[in-house]
């Protein structure tokens, strides 16, 4: 069960858990980071017992100061220089590294997540979360670091200075920090407010950007890209209303902050400046006390801005834990065991299957798919196809009712091994950004040249590849789209005969090909579907006339079964859409139009 998503002002537990999870592996390197800034904390506070120190020698007219004087100030700046130094390598260090594993940990939770929690975002908004969350979460890292630690020493070091110089002006400088606190206080809320919109907001706009992009071909050809460019200009400008509520909000704190000091610095000027003229003090004692409480001003400064950016990465830890926290629906049982597939027999018995609790796929579904058998699947779009072809690896998992393979609940075994046993060849093709034999080859890792070049041979791909500049060392793009639609479904092809699974799952693995590619594709998959159990979707039903079985879906029910010529002859559904679909072959061969 996932664990209850923190609430938005609980900053510290948010730290807290980043602590736990992130931070801690790394405390010997954070440990000495501390001793740095202790030893930077240190010689800042030496600085204004220094100037007193000096502005009284040269009252007394003691000449030696002169000497040993400047000396020393030489070996306190020295030592607080190398010890920053030290500190902001080593916070780097560990912030680039916790980084980094957050977000592999991401990535790793996203590729592990399910089909229905990956479908609530869009790959972009997914992108998002890495760049500008992890931006918010980056500078709060180091801010923690080189403000939170290192300024609250150097603060505290001061804070004592004062007080050793006189503790009754330190108190009377210390009345304005009330003053300035709430109202930093409540800037620091708004911000996170601010901040978990705009992140969300930045999410829809790439996610908008990428649509748009990706949609140019029908955008150019419907003529929409002034009502593109409009929905792009007001998410923009929404993004732009966000960062500007934010950055004004930002904008207030060094106002309050530099009144707040003036304040303190007016009062201690004229206390001190009556005591100095009425001989009570000296002008080193002056002097060294306006120095502590001008140097005080800038870490005090820096802690009442950092309240504002904590927020902001308060709101991107939020969003990164409740994302993390969600786990996948579909998960092996503790007592899982590898899956045997001796004949690879495909069963499903009452199944039933909901996208939500008003949307459902799959009514009451039993149906037998003999091992070594082809059954093809037909009906209307939204007639549940997808859906019951998903259900085999587990992409989804049934509502009710059983999916068996060789007689063993497909619950029951560990998915990698179920996984295994099964190969998927659908109309959309995916191609990573790679060469054609690494793409080939994730269909069996580790497999040889020689067994890629023969799975690209029985996938009738091995005469395009052979003709490229780089053969099978020719990368692909993004997307695979250096090659065309029909060498695209080659590959895919050649991944599934490399994979050699007993199981094949085929989904309208010929429909957007030209007739060309899909009689070459066609080939290879009647190759590709001998001797194993398959199952395949075919809109054109001239491509499935050979299955041993053809099911008929409509509504999320088989309501027809039987082969090609039995379901002509039953006058059905089946016979109904053959028809039209016949009707419509020999529209187009009358035109010249060759059917998609």
């Known amino acids: ?41 240190a010689t800042t506070g030496l600085y204004p017992a220094l100037i007193k120190a000096a502005f009284n020698t040269f009252d007394r007219k003691d000449t030696a100061a002169l000497t ?76 923690i670091s080189t403000v939170l630690l290192r300024d609250v020493a150097m603060l505290a070091a001061l804070v004592i200075a004062l007080i050793w110089m006189d503790p009754l002006l330190t108190l009377a400088a210390a009345v304005t920090a009330p003053l300035v606190a709430g109202p930093v206080n409540r800037i620091g809320k708004r911000l996170r407010q601010v901040s978990t919109t705009t992140q969300e907001q930045m999410g829809a706009t790439a996610s908008l950007i990428t649509e748009s992009l990706q949609g140019a071909r029908v955008a150019k050809t419907y003529a929409l ?51 100095v ?24 400064r820096a802690l009442g801005t950092l309240n504002a950016i904590l927020q902001e990465a308060a709101a991107a830890l939020s969003r990164y834990f409740a994302l993390m926290d969600e786990q996948p629906t579909i998960r092996e049982a503790p007592s899982a065991r590898p899956l045997t597939v001796s004949r690879g027999e495909i069963r499903f018995e009452g199944v039933h299957f909901r996208y939500r609790a008003d949307a459902p796929a799959l009514e009451g579904i039993d149906l037998v798919v003999p091992a070594g058998s ?44 179920l996984r295994a046993a099964v190969a998927v060849v659908s109309q959309e093709v995916v191609l990573f950004d790679d060469t054609i034999a690494a793409n080939i080859g994730f269909g069996r890792p580790g497999a040889s040249q020689e067994e890629i070049e023969a799975a690209a041979r029985a996938a009738a791909a091995h005469g395009f590849i052979a003709r490229l500049s780089e053969s099978y060392a020719f990368r692909v793009g993004p997307g ?15 991944r599934a005969f490399l994979k050699n699974a007993p199981i094949l799952l085929l989904d309208e693995a010929t429909s957007a090909l030209d007739s060309e590619s899909e009689h070459l594709v066609q080939e290879a998959l009647e190759r590709l579907m001998r001797g194993r159990t398959t199952l395949v979707i075919a809109h054109r039903l001239s491509t499935v006339r050979e299955a041993d079985r053809i099911a008929v879906l409509e509504a999320g029910r088989v309501i027809e079964l039987g082969r090609h010529d039995e379901l002509v002859a039953a006058a059905g559904t089946y016979a109904r859409l053959h028809r039209l679909q ?10 010249g139009i060759v059917p998609a």
């Open 225 to 275: 890209e002034g009502y593109l460019k409009g929905r792009a200009a007001q998410a923009l400008d929404e993004v732009r209303r966000l960062k500007m509520k934010a950055a004004n909000a930002r904008g207030r704190l060094d106002p309050l902050m530099e009144i707040g000091g003036g304040l303190a610095v007016a009062g201690v000027l004229v206390l001190v400046g009556q005591r």
């Open 277 to 300: 003229m009425s001989g009570d003090r000296t002008v080193g004692d002056f002097t060294g006390y306006v120095a502590a409480l001008l140097l005080a001003a800038q870490p005090a």
């Open 1 to 41: 069960m996932a664990r209850r998503p923190l609430l938005r002002g609980d900053t510290l537990p948010l730290l807290g858990r980043l602590w736990r999870e992130w931070l801690s592996p790394h405390r010997a390197t954070l440990a000495v980071v501390l001793v740095l800034i202790v030893i930077i904390g």
């Open 68 to 143: 040993y004087g400047p000396l020393v100030v030489i070996a306190v700046t020295s030592v607080r220089g190398f010890a920053l130094f030290g500190q902001t390598v080593l916070t780097n260090r560990v912030v680039t590294r916790v980084e980094a594993d957050m977000q592999a940990a991401l990535y790793a939770h996203l590729i592990d997540a399910d089909l229905a929690q990956l479908g609530r975002e869009s790959p972009a908004a997914f992108t998002q979360r890495f760049t500008t969350d992890f931006a918010f979460i980056r500078e709060a890292l180091t801010r």
């Open 480 to 494: 695979g789209g250096r090659l065309s639609g029909g060498e695209r479904q080659r590959i895919s092809l050649a």
């Open 374 to 417: 082809t059954t093809a699947l037909v009906g209307r779009s939204g007639s549940g196809k997808s859906s019951l072809l998903n259900l085999v690896p587990r992409l989804q998992d049934v509502t009710a009712g059983r999916v068996l393979i060789d007689g063993t609940d497909v619950r029951d075994v560990t998915i990698a091994s």
């Open 582 to 591: 016949l009707s419509d072959d020999i529209v187009a061969a009358r035109d």
